[in-house]
Nanobody, 114 residues
């Protein structure tokens, strides 16, 4: 009932920037928390950033001060600055919705080269 599609990933040099975007459609009125997660090979999926409908923001320790989550109409954006090789991962947008539902995008690759 909620569809999420990421875009904007790719290859970037160390210290560079990328902006990921996630288009949300369907019953977006039911969403109360928006998230970005990432998963690198061999690692568990980790929370990168989240934003609640009430306006609270949370960031993972490894990206704090470098990444910013924002919402523009039906798009969930993640601005990534000062990228490091350890940021290389598949990035997923997600949304918690009413009735205890958790929706996921398909994931998008971000690769940071040295």
């Amino acid at each position: 009932q909620v569809q999420l599609v990421e875009s904007g990933g790719g290859l970037v040099q160390f210290g560079g920037s990328l902006r990921l975007s996630c288009a949300a459609s369907g019953r977006i009125f039911s969403i109360y928390v928006l998230n970005w997660y990432r998963q690198a090979p061999g690692n568990e999926r980790e929370l990168v950033a989240s934003m609640s409908r009430g306006g609270s923001y949370n960031y993972g320790d490894s990206v704090m001060g470098r990444f910013t989550i924002s919402v523009n109409i039906s798009h969930i954006d993640l601005q990534m600055n000062n990228l490091k090789p350890e940021d290389t991962a598949v990035y997923y947008c997600s949304a918690f919705a009413n009735a205890q539902e958790h929706y996921w995008g398909q994931g998008i690759q971000v690769t940071v080269s040295s």
